[in-house]
């Protein structure tokens, strides 16, 4: 009952912060910035005031679909953040120029995120099966729960390695932002307070995944001691 009830409040509040924070970019959305600069637009002069000339931005088709791909090495931004010349779209675009920025200076903690995406998208495909034919032969086979707790572990490590990568990229957009003169002393704290519910779903997803590879454990040790 115990696990219910700790599930049941992960995603309320995973709700919560999705809610305050649709809420918070629909409000900053109807506010510009400085010169009226798209988020195309900002991201093209922090890439240049950051030296990175050789990472392209482009638009990208749908609704929240805004990441750095470095292994292409392009800024995609959604349609809405692209040609939008709001806060709102300034501040995504900051911050997906921030990866690019942590990528240029080899920051650490990207690095050990992009050394662990290729064996977390393998794990992530098949690590649910095995936690679950993990709990239908728990007594005959208690090893195949292991391995799944071993796999999902790895996820979980992925999601807290994210939380230093994404807060370190709105720290490095905030920073710009204001020296660039993008915002003002009006509209800097709408930026920084739309980053700030964004980065707040990294931390709820983190502890989530944590929660439940401690329930896979506890399962485990449970059948251990039986």
């Not at 482009?58 to 709001?86: C, F, I």
Request: aromatic share 12%; with cysteine.
């Amino acid at each position: 009952m115990l696990i219910w009830i700790i599930f049941g409040v992960f995603m309320l509040l995973s709700w919560w912060v999705g809610h305050t924070l649709k809420r918070k970019f629909k409000t900053y959305s109807g506010i510009r910035v400085n010169g009226n600069l798209t988020g195309g637009e900002v991201a093209e002069k922090m890439l240049r005031d950051n030296g990175i000339y050789d990472v392209k931005v482009v638009s990208t088709p749908g609704e929240l679909t805004d990441h750095y791909n470095p292994l292409k090495k392009t800024v995609n931004l959604s349609q809405s953040v692209y040609g939008s010349s709001s806060v709102a779209a300034a501040a995504v675009a900051a911050h997906e120029c921030g990866h690019a920025v942590q990528h240029a200076k080899a920051y650490m903690w990207l690095e050990m995120r992009s050394a662990l995406v290729p064996v977390v998208s393998f794990s992530s495909k098949i690590v649910q099966w095995i936690l679950l034919a993990g709990i239908l032969l728990l007594q005959a086979f208690p090893q195949l729960l292991l391995i799944g707790i071993i796999l999902f572990a790895l996820t979980t490590l992925f999601a807290f390695i994210t939380l230093p990568v994404e807060i370190d990229a709105s720290r490095r957009a905030l920073a710009w932002l204001n020296t660039g003169n993008i915002t003002t002393q009006e509209t800097h704290p709408k930026a920084q307070d739309a980053l700030k519910w964004a980065a707040y779903t990294y931390v709820v997803a983190a502890l989530a995944s944590l929660a439940t590879l401690l329930y896979y454990i506890m399962i485990f040790m449970g059948a251990r001691r039986d």
